[in-house]
Structures are given as C-alpha cells and as structure tokens.
C-alpha cells in the first residue's frame, strides 16, 4: 500500500476513533467505514474486480456489520453479528486454495475459546447459539489464515487481531466493562481489517 494511502487509512481510523471518543457524532456509520471503503479502493486499484471479488464481499459485510452496530448497537447487535459472521465466511472463500492443515495449532485455539467462553456464560442468555456460532467462524477464519496457500505474516497477523477485537466485545459486553474497551476494540479492529487486506496482496510466504 502507498505510503500516502496508508497515512490516510490511518488518520481516517483516528479521526473517527476521537470523534467518537467525544460522543454522539452525526452520521458516525459514515465515518466508521471511511477506512474500510478505502482500502476497498486500493483493492481496486491494484486489481480488476473479479480478481478479488470475494474479499471485497467480505468488506462489504464488514461495513454492513458495521453500520448496524452504529446505528443501534443493542438492538441491531445480532443483525450486526450476522453481517460479520457473512464477513468471515466470505473471507475462507478468499483465502482458497488451501495448502493443508496444522493440527497443533487448534488447541491453542480451542483453549482461548473455552477460557473467553467460560466469562462470558453466564451473561449470554438467548444470544448462546448466535455467539457461538460466531465464535465458530471467526476461529475458522483465523485458522484458515495459517492453511491457506496465501499465507502469510500480514494475513496471519490479521485474523488474529480480528479475534481480539471480537474478544473484547463478547467481553465487554457479556462477562463486565473493560476500561477503554470502545477505543481498543475499533483499534484492534481498523488494524486487523488492514492488516488482512494487506495480506491478501502480498505474495504467499515460503516455508
């Protein structure tokens, strides 16, 4: 990515992490997928669309998730799930073909969801099956990070960020408040997004 893009990509998430910090800010949706649109942008830029047509659809639902959360993030809260749930999805099918499995790497996985599950438990109520559902997929996407045949320290590093970014909002938001938790989730947030569009666009790396 062009150093001016990134410097830009950057001050738009800051921008709208201080605004938002601030308060209520008229049409905060907007500002919110401000980033996300521009690194659709570079997408573009650098390659036809049928080329990266299934991550740019993840982007898509990414911003749909996060325009619903915006909007309302209570009441819209499973609506946006749902969209981010798409997202993820939509990001295995980008990653393919897939180079092969690593075993070692699903208990690791599988202990951090059992620990963060464990938390958020006795706060999820009738939102079990949606969370859980979602903790399955997001687990998937990451892992399929390190399987893919694009893979990569950018895409690895990214699918990471996106489960804690997600992490701190089942958290925040089911088990107690986290200080700061808004400004670390959308932080965490701005840079796995960036950080797995990145990785999309570098070469594979070679064991």
């Known amino acids: ?14 921008a709208y992490l201080w605004l938002d910090a601030s308060g209520d800010i008229p049409l905060n949706f907007l500002l919110k997928i401000l980033p996300v649109l521009l690194l659709c942008g570079w997408i573009l830029r650098v390659a036809p669309l049928r080329q990266h047509f299934t991550l740019l659809t993840a982007l898509a639902f990414s911003m749909l998730g996060d ?13 946006g799930l749902g969209a ?16 092969g499995h690593r075993p070692l790497l699903v208990l690791p996985y599988a202990l951090f969801a059992g620990a963060v599950l464990t938390l958020m438990w006795p706060g999820l109520g009738a939102m079990a099956v949606p969370v859980l ?7 998937t ?15 690895i590093g990214g699918g990471l960020l996106f489960i804690g970014s997600d992490c ?15 400004l670390w989730i959308m932080l965490s947030y701005y840079a796995a997004q960036y950080a797995l569009v990145r990785g999309f666009l570098t070469p594979a790396q070679r064991d």
């Not at 150093?3 to 800051?14: K, S």
């Not at 939509?90 to 073909?97: E, H, N, T």
């Not at 559902?133 to 687990?139: D, K, T």
Request: glycine share 8%.
């Open 1 to 14: 990515m062009p150093l001016l893009l990134n410097m830009l990509y950057a001050a738009l998430a800051a």
């Open 67 to 79: 325009v619903l959360l915006a909007l309302d993030g209570q009441r819209l809260f499973v609506f």
């Open 84 to 99: 981010f749930f798409l997202a993820h999805l939509w990001y295995l099918l980008a990653m393919r073909p897939f180079a």
């Open 133 to 139: 559902g979602y903790i399955c997929v997001i687990l």
């Open 141 to 155: 996407m990451s892992y399929g990070t390190w399987c893919s045949s694009r893979r990569n320290a950018w895409l």
């Open 168 to 182: 701190l909002i089942g958290l925040n938001r089911f088990w107690q408040p986290l200080p700061g938790a808004g």
